[in-house]
């Protein structure tokens, strides 16, 4: 049973660079969300998909844009990475209709450099 | 506003002692609450959800709306409770999680 799966676990950027985060679920939930996590932050979230084929920006979504390709799939891309784009990146999913919050994936280590 | 707020950055706290990890939020309805753990280097997982009123791995919170309040609690900390504690509220079902920007507890030996 995998949950959520993210890859790559771990990347080195140059700045300017663009690259794709990517995060799959196989529990069937609707909800998927990206999240980024930095020192005295906490969790910022960037975006959301509250079901297949609608997106929302969250609370810091500036240099980012994500895809729900479909309901298992939800990708976030840096399209020119920048060094405060360094950072811890965690893919979550939900199924709205209980109790249980989110189900978090085992994050991307992302240093732009 | 909807908020959560953990006034503690960092919480040490001696083996055997006693573990209170503060939580307050702001909303006027009644929302889902919940405790997230973030052992070194890994991903979050839930702890515990205040709807289920459960103990895991002897830790307790108990959900008080007078003082809008939901504080984290074990009896006698073990070294393996180290970690990132984040406290979390949904307003309702349909709504995003809000959480709040964690407590470290460290246990010292």
């Known amino acids: 049973n995998a949950g959520v799966t993210q890859t790559p676990k771990f990347q080195v950027l140059k700045t300017g660079q663009s690259m794709t985060l990517q995060c799959a679920q196989d529990?069937?939930?609707?909800?998927m969300y990206w999240y980024r996590q930095d020192p005295g932050m906490g969790l910022r979230l960037i975006y959301y998909s509250a079901s297949e084929g609608t997106t929302d920006k969250g609370e810091v979504p500036n240099g980012y844009n994500v895809s729900r390709l479909n309901k298992r799939e939800f990708s976030l891309r840096l399209e020119s990475a920048a060094p405060s784009q360094t950072s811890v990146y965690f893919c979550?999913?939900?199924?709205?209709?209980?109790?249980?919050?989110?189900?978090f994936g085992s994050g991307t280590r992302l240093t732009v450099v | 506003a909807q908020r959560v707020t953990q006034p503690e950055k960092l919480l040490s706290v001696f083996k055997g002692a006693p573990v209170e990890l503060k939580c307050n939020y702001s909303y006027s309805g009644s929302p889902e609450l919940f405790w997230y753990v973030q052992y070194s280097r890994q991903r979050l997982q839930l702890l515990l959800r205040h709807i289920s009123r459960e103990s895991i791995k002897g830790f307790t919170a108990d959900l008080n709306k007078g003082e809008t309040s939901f504080h984290l609690k074990k009896p006698f900390a073990q070294e393996e409770d180290s970690a990132m504690y984040y406290c979390a509220l949904r307003p309702n079902r349909d709504d995003k999680i809000i959480f709040g920007k964690g407590t470290r507890l460290h246990i010292l030996p």
């Open positions: 529990m069937n939930h609707n909800s």
């Open positions: 979550a999913s939900s199924d709205r209709q209980t109790s249980y919050g989110y189900t």
